[in-house]
């Protein structure tokens, strides 16, 4: 039997995020290298050229390279040999608890702040037992967590932290990249992502004895040929990957530079609406990864009906992240998961989307994009109904 052929897109339509792609004439010299070598994948020249590169253009001291962010986070938790009970988000991908289960260990969802989205450092602490071995926070939308203050938790505990990075590529923290906080950061590099390898990912780590380390688990735990070391996977990024990435590099500060102009438009449009709220801003350097409305009570209509209206005119925002992981069945059932945990959270997820962002987006799209939802601030819609349900 066939696989069913997925629905057309419209010619229109604006999606949340759309690939940065360098011009394809540009890749062939790359492809046309690697046909030369005949080496496609177990760390060839551009896998060690590209991992060189974005510790220069990130400004940390060493880079594992992975096949996908998921991988390289399952593998961070080997790494550093986490067990028991990790502190977490509720507020994020699935691929963050995921991780963990996939570990054999206990996700413990905390609390987020109601500015930054992160996970709120004061509520960390409570959530502390003597099972707890770590801390995985999220850097939500690519603004940084506290990082200063979980340092602290974590070194009063006795705590390791492994930072979910997947939004934070070339995001700094008081001139210096976040990156380097925390035990191990893990990189994204999938399609949505504002650097993209089309899929891959990658561990940034402190020295070369951790870095040798993973490079093991992620090879199957090879040393030598007749050497293995141990109980390893197969997480290697290819050659074509690599090679992208290197491509990519060429044009990502124009790339930052055009969504921070987006994302300044967006504020000026949005700026005043009343049930409108943007997200906070970042007193550091950041990468404008998203672009996250909050749809608050006092907006004519529910979140889920302007998300609604806005697919009707072909613009596909996402309630990013909606549902919350503790709500999905493989979570609820934990303590950390009730709702009455995780207030803030819920409230955010329950108002969230994130509009159309990405480099190629226009100011005549933004200006259609917000001025429907102008439209529906001061006059509503005409199948608005708040007591319809969503």
């Known amino acids: 039997m066939s696989a069913p052929t997925p629905p057309a897109k419209p010619a229109n339509a604006l999606y949340v995020t759309q690939p940065l792609l360098p011009p394809l004439e540009d890749f062939i010299p790359y492809l046309e290298k690697i046909w030369e070598n005949k080496i496609l994948t177990n760390t060839g020249p551009f896998h060690h050229e590209l991992e060189q590169a974005l510790c220069d253009y990130l400004g940390v001291k060493h880079i594992c390279l992975f096949t996908n962010g998921t991988l390289a986070l399952i593998t961070a938790l080997q790494a550093l040999r986490i067990t028991g009970e990790v502190i977490t988000t509720p507020y994020s991908f699935v691929a963050t608890a995921h991780s963990l289960v996939w570990n054999g260990i206990r996700p ?25 071995t ?5 850097h939500c939308y690519g603004l940084p967590c506290d990082v ?21 590529f070339g995001v700094q923290h008081n001139g210096a990249s976040v990156l380097n906080h925390g035990d191990l950061s893990v990189l994204s590099f999938h399609a949505t992502k504002v650097f993209n390898t089309f899929e891959g990912g990658a561990i940034v780590c402190p020295d070369a ?25 197969n997480g290697k990024m290819s050659e074509i990957n690599a090679a992208f ?28 609406l009343k049930g409108i709220q943007c997200h906070a801003q970042s007193a550091g350097k950041t990468n404008h990864a ?23 005119n072909n613009i596909f925002a996402r309630r990013y992240f909606y549902p919350l992981i503790s709500d999905f069945p493989m979570y609820r059932g934990l303590a950390s998961s009730a709702p009455a945990n995780l207030p803030v959270a819920r409230q955010i997820a329950d108002q969230v989307i994130c509009l159309p962002q990405y480099p190629a987006l226009t100011f005549e799209q933004v200006d259609m994009i917000t001025d429907l939802i102008a439209s529906v601030a001061c006059h509503g819609t005409p199948s608005a109904d708040r007591t319809a349900g969503t």
């Open 134 to 138: 770590a801390i995985m926070p999220v």
């Open 245 to 272: 990435g290197l491509l990519q590099l060429k044009g990502i500060d124009q790339a930052l530079q055009r969504r921070q102009m987006v994302d300044a438009y967006y504020r000026q449009k949005l700026s005043g």
């Open 290 to 312: 998203y672009f996250p409305i909050l749809v608050k009570p006092d907006f004519p209509i529910s979140r889920d009906q302007l998300f609604q209206y806005l697919r009707e």
């Open 209 to 233: 004895k951790t870095k040798q380390r993973i490079d093991h688990l992620k090879n199957f735990g090879i040393v030598s040929e007749t050497s293995v070391v141990a109980p390893g996977i």
């Open 148 to 168: 200063d203050g979980i340092e602290r938790i974590a070194d009063n505990y006795g705590l390791k932290i492994i930072y979910d990075a997947a939004h934070a």
């Open 108 to 132: 413990v969802f905390v609390d987020i702040d109601p500015l930054t989205f992160n996970l709120d450092t004061d509520k960390i602490e409570a959530a502390i037992t003597p099972q707890t």
